[in-house]
């Protein structure tokens, strides 16, 4: 496939022999014009996307045109010269040089206009990147203290939460001896009943007593009628009868009194302490049912605090998942950095090749224009440009990296 470049050139060639062959009764004014409508007219006639491709091969839509008309003023110019110097195919034009000037300036102007607004979009860009930078920045960094503040609310939590379960802990014990009060009560209650059933037979004991004294007494007395009648070898036996009625006497008010208190501990045994009793069990199965709540207790703590924990943990990933993309976020943002510096090489490679464009009207103007050496040269700074391109291609600026560590890369 041609190049386009060489198609341009081709046609000027063929536009510059038309002139030799057709234009040497014209004047040069005339001459120049002639070259100008060949040049256009074999440029309609060049293979449908050759301008399109000297565009792209250019680097600027419209760039093509502008060749175009330098090699038709090329053309013309040499012509001119041609005819001024006596050669019989050519004619002199003073007013090409002046065209050609007139030309290259009104291509400098719009390169300078697109140059402008390149710069200006630079600007813009590079202020609002650096704005999105700040803003970005300054929620990473309440990011951060968000996850810092989470990290200490967690360490407290997990102290709190050690103190909490002591505490429930202890509960838990205080519940396990209220749970053994009912059997530790139950078996109070049975003692009791016991004590009450061995006053209830002292009591049958302390009758027996009464009974026994109660015929002391009547043998008391009966012994000493015995003894009076005896006279005196009775007397001794009288004294010694007299003495047992005292005894029972005694001992039956001896009874009486152990009568009363076994009555009156029957009664603090079998009515204060069996109410008593009676209360506590009522009582202890409400200590029941809080043990029984303190285990509830117990379990409901255990799960809150897993839950938490699960929230820390859930909480915590999302803010460090934020951090990260956050850090993400501002290594992308650096990427206007790579656009600026791409445009700042175009902006150098369209210098060049204005410069270069200067450098060649003004040796058409002296007639010292090597039409030869023009693909080559303009060949060449295309090729640097490519060249410094591909030197900054980038990929995957701001992956990853396998170790999971973040690459921000900077420009």
Not at 2 to 31: I, K, M, N, V, Y
Not at 152 to 164: C, M, N, V, Y
Request: glycine share 6%; with cysteine; charged share 20%.
């Amino acid at each position: 496939m041609a190049h386009p470049a060489g198609d341009l050139q081709e046609s000027a060639q063929q536009a510059w022999r038309w002139c030799q062959r057709h234009t040497s009764a014209l004047t040069p004014a005339w001459q120049v014009v002639a070259a100008a409508l060949a040049t256009m007219l074999l440029g309609r006639l060049l293979p449908a996307g050759a301008l399109q491709g000297c565009d792209l091969w250019l680097g600027r839509p419209g760039d093509s045109l502008l060749l175009a008309s330098a090699l038709v003023l090329m053309a013309g110019s040499v012509v001119a010269w041609r005819s001024s110097t006596g050669q019989p195919d050519a004619v002199v034009s003073d007013s090409a040089p002046h065209a050609a000037h007139a030309l290259l300036a009104a291509h400098l102007r719009l390169d300078q206009a697109i140059d402008g607004k390149l710069t200006e979009i630079v600007s813009d860009t590079e202020g609002a990147a650096l704005a999105i930078i700040g803003d970005v920045r300054r929620l990473y960094d309440s990011a951060s203290t968000l996850v810092t503040y989470l990290d200490g609310s967690s360490l407290r939590a997990t102290d709190l939460g050690k103190e909490i379960s002591d505490s429930v802990n202890f509960l838990v014990g205080i519940g396990a001896f209220i749970e053994q009060l009912p059997v530790t009560m139950a078996r109070d209650l049975a003692s009791v009943e016991d004590v009450a059933t061995e006053i209830r037979a002292m009591s049958g004991l302390v009758a027996a007593v009464h009974a026994i004294s109660m015929q002391s007494h009547l043998l008391a007395i009966n012994a000493a009628i015995e003894a009076t009648r005896a006279g005196p070898s009775g007397a001794a036996f009288k004294v010694i009868a007299e003495e047992m009625r005292t005894l029972a006497a005694n001992s039956g008010t001896v009874a009486s009194q152990i009568d009363k208190g076994l009555a009156r501990a029957r009664f603090v045994v079998e009515d204060g302490m069996a109410a008593g009793i009676a209360d506590s069990s009522s009582r202890l199965t409400e200590v029941s049912k809080a043990a029984v709540s303190i285990l509830k207790l117990q379990e409901n703590f255990e799960d809150m605090t897993q839950y938490y924990k699960t929230r820390f943990i859930v909480v915590t990933k999302y803010n460090v998942d934020l951090a990260r993309e956050i850090a993400d976020v501002l290594g992308q943002i650096q990427y206007q950095d790579v656009v600026r510096q791409a445009v700042e090489r175009l902006q150098f490679a369209t210098a060049r090749r204005n410069a270069f464009f200067s450098e060649t009207v003004e040796q058409i103007a002296q007639g010292t224009v090597d039409f030869e050496r023009l693909p080559a040269s303009m060949e060449a700074i295309t090729d640097e440009y490519v060249s410094e391109e591909e030197k900054h291609k980038h990929s995957g600026r701001h992956d990853v990296v396998e170790s999971g560590e973040l690459k921000i890369e900077l420009f």
